[in-house]
């Protein structure tokens, strides 16, 4: 059975500061790894979506790496500012399309 | 492009009584989920429709929760009977066929208090 881990639970850090996520799961066997952010009160919106062959991908300030043999992906985060701030959550996906979700880290970028 | 409609957005219900919730996914689009969502940990999925077929429901407490999906467009998800554990926030979203299914568009949530 899949497992995810996202560390930290929760992270606070001054604006403009570079900060990385982590993400690990249990079984190499993925299709994909997604990367989504939660707003309070909101659904899910899907940031990045690393496929099983890739290694990373990029969008704007947003870069995300997949290491599937140890289990791995990380979000890189530059010049953080307060609109960036929400529960970010990874997911990994079979071919049949199903997701298993981490618990998410909620980050804080304080002004 | 409207994204994907939930409804109601909030329901407080007290337990052993039932509860239904409303989706609409983006046109289109083949696949449909229903997630359910604890305050703090991940969405957990619940069944997943390709049309009108369901593809995977292993995580649905088929005791007390149904979900149907007619004509393979708007989706209801039921509770009967509501338990306490059962307070969670359900997500649904949907994907669109070909290249891009594997992208999952999420609607805003309906969120559940079991009184």
């Known amino acids: 059975k899949q497992e995810v881990t996202q560390i930290p639970a929760a992270l606070s850090v001054p604006e403009g500061e570079n900060l990385v996520l982590n993400c690990s799961f249990t079984?190499?066997?993925?299709?994909?790894l997604q990367w989504f952010r939660q707003d309070p009160g909101k659904g899910l919106t899907s940031l990045l979506l690393?496929?099983?062959?890739?290694r990373e991908q990029t969008s704007g300030r947003l870069n995300a790496s997949l290491d599937k043999s140890s289990g791995r992906s990380t979000l890189y985060i530059a010049a953080s500012q307060p609109g960036d701030s929400a529960t970010y959550l990874c997911?990994?996906?079979?071919?049949?399309?199903?997701?298993?979700f981490g618990d998410g880290t909620t980050l804080t970028v304080k002004p | 492009e409207a994204g994907v409609a939930q409804s109601p957005r909030y329901k407080i219900i007290e337990k052993r009584q039932s509860v239904a919730f409303w989706c609409n996914p983006i046109?289109?689009?083949?696949?449909l989920y229903w997630y359910q969502q604890i305050l703090g940990q991940g969405p957990k999925l619940l069944i997943q429709?390709?049309?009108?077929?369901?593809?995977?429901d292993s995580q649905l407490p088929k005791d007390r929760f149904s979900a149907e999906r007619l004509k393979g467009v708007d989706s209801t998800l039921k509770i009967q009977p509501a338990k306490l554990e059962d307070s969670a926030v359900y997500l649904c979203?949907?994907?669109?066929?070909?290249?891009?299914?594997?992208?999952?568009?999420f609607g805003p949530g309906t969120r559940l208090l079991v009184l």
């Open positions: 979203a949907s994907s669109p066929p070909g290249r891009q299914r594997e992208v999952q568009y």
């Open positions: 079984d190499s066997a993925i299709y994909n």
């Open positions: 690393i496929q099983s062959s890739q």
């Open positions: 997911a990994v996906g079979t071919n049949a399309g199903k997701s298993t």
């Open positions: 046109s289109g689009h083949a696949t």
């Open positions: 429709f390709q049309n009108n077929g369901v593809v995977d």
